[in-house]
């Protein structure tokens, strides 16, 4: 029940990848950090580059973001023809600086040095197993359970040890890594997690969306096929399609919130998937309203396509500061709820006196939008209709989303009724998960488990 908190109430990503190979790049580290920059949104928390010169790998990572922890004389000492970037909010493990990632070991026959995007749902099990036998591990992340396993079975060759991995991890996994003379790019066979490749003049590019290809003046090639190992060396790019079947499960999230607007993913555009999102919303919840306002910035583009389609004029009633610093590591509760505050200001002009749709992409605890239904309200306007371009969030994610337990759902436990007295609503609608679909153009490929509880695979209990 909201209690007054203001606190994030948006789910979180637990990070992006880049990768890029090229004989022709001076500056790798550069092009990396640009890639990175580009990819700041999936993880705030901490990022590293990891250089392959040779075989040799130099690394720097840190806690902060992409600005705070690179300059031009760090970049500069990071020199070679093989680069592998990482930004990461944390799902699993804890938050301090040796779980920054790329993740940089040595073994046998040289240097690794990966990057990883998910989750695994039997990372813990691994790791006792390979406790037991010995193996001192030094972070409390999934990512070094995987390269420990590479190193392992390197012994049978690269794609025999990969394929090896991929047969005893089970979750969600988008993986960079280089050793040796390659590029290594690694997609879970469900496809949980997105990657796609890209092509230099004299190179090529992977990367976590669409939009750090842009970025780096790489042309989009194509995206990463679920289980597929792509291995990138002097010869160019070898495909290793994965020989079992399984369902494609693309987090549906990515295309809600997750991805950047202007990234193209498994074949859609995350802008127009948005922007359908709030034209069929607009289908299935009228509501008789002078204005459409959004939550800047993930609101925005289902918010135009609601004003398209119910004709309700479309105007900025909520402006965001975006100087303003990360909230979930202010030291107290009030200063926390400042935070937010400083975060988005109402702009009273548009709003005052008005019936106001307010859209948003999803409600988790609930807490946010109550607070900005009250500011809304307390600003001057008549009536505030939220509206949501995804259907309740009722389920945890085991797959690299940092969702609460189900308790702290608002849509686990409550009708959408319910859910409205409790934010202070005119009236609250949801799109449904039929609606959801529509918007991606295709009839399924995707995880709803967040929605419907429908996991791809077996995950632990709560």
Not at 304 to 317: A, L, R, Y
Request: overall charge neutral; charged content about 25%; aromatic content about 8%.
């Amino acid at each position: 029940m909201y209690n007054g908190l203001v606190c994030s109430d948006k789910l979180n990503e637990e990070c992006g990848i880049v990768g890029i190979y090229s004989n022709d790049i001076q500056d790798i580290s550069k092009l990396t950090y640009f890639g990175l920059y580009s990819l700041q949104h999936r993880g705030q928390e901490s990022c590293g580059i990891a250089v392959n010169n040779k075989g040799k790998i130099k690394y720097c990572k840190g806690m902060g973001l992409v600005s705070e922890v690179f300059d031009d004389d760090v970049l500069k000492n990071l020199d070679g023809n093989i680069s592998i970037g990482h930004v990461r909010y944390s799902t699993t493990g804890e938050s301090r600086a040796s779980n920054a990632q790329p993740l940089v070991v040595k073994y046998k026959n040289g240097d690794i040095a990966l990057a990883h995007n998910g989750n695994l749902v039997n990372a813990r099990t691994i790791r006792e197993i390979l406790e037991e036998e010995g193996v001192v591990l030094q972070t409390t992340i999934d990512t070094e359970v995987i390269v420990n396993l590479i190193a392992r079975y390197h012994k049978f060759g690269i794609e025999s040890a990969i394929k090896k991995v991929m047969e005893l991890i089970r979750g969600s996994y988008a993986l960079v890594l280089t050793m040796g003379d390659m590029l290594i790019g690694v997609r879970d066979p469900y496809g949980i997690r997105p990657l796609c490749i890209g092509k230099l003049k004299k190179g090529f590019v992977i990367a976590s969306e669409s939009c750090a290809l842009d970025t780096i003046g790489a042309d989009f090639i194509r995206d990463v096929e679920p289980g597929e190992i792509i291995i990138i060396d002097a010869k160019g790019m070898k495909s290793i399609p994965y020989d079992k079947w399984c369902k494609k499960s693309l987090c549906i999230f990515e295309l809600i919130y997750f991805a950047r607007p202007d990234s193209i993913m498994d074949g859609i555009s995350v802008y127009l998937a948005r922007k359908e999102a709030g034209r069929i919303l607009a289908r299935e919840s009228k509501v008789d309203a002078d204005v459409v306002i959004s939550v800047p910035d993930s609101g925005t583009a289902a918010a135009i396509g609601f004003s398209e389609e119910s004709g309700i004029p479309f105007s900025e009633g909520l402006i965001k500061n975006r100087y303003v610093g990360r909230t979930f590591i202010k030291p107290s509760q009030e200063l926390r709820e400042q935070g937010v505050r400083l975060k988005l200001n109402v702009l009273k002009e548009n709003i005052k006196g008005k019936r106001v749709v307010l859209v948003d992409d999803s409600i988790v605890r609930g807490t946010t939008i109550r607070w900005i239904v009250d500011i809304l309200k307390s600003a001057g306007a008549k009536e505030v209709h939220v509206r949501i371009s995804s259907p309740p969030v009722k389920y945890p994610c085991f797959f690299g989303i940092d969702t609460p337990e189900r308790k702290q759902l608002i849509g686990a436990k409550n009708t959408t009724e319910e859910i409205r007295k409790l934010i202070n609503a005119d009236s609250l609608s949801y799109l449904s998960i039929e609606g959801l679909i529509k918007t991606t153009g295709k009839n399924g490929g995707f995880c709803l488990a967040c929605f419907n509880g429908d996991y791809p695979m077996e995950v632990p209990l709560e």
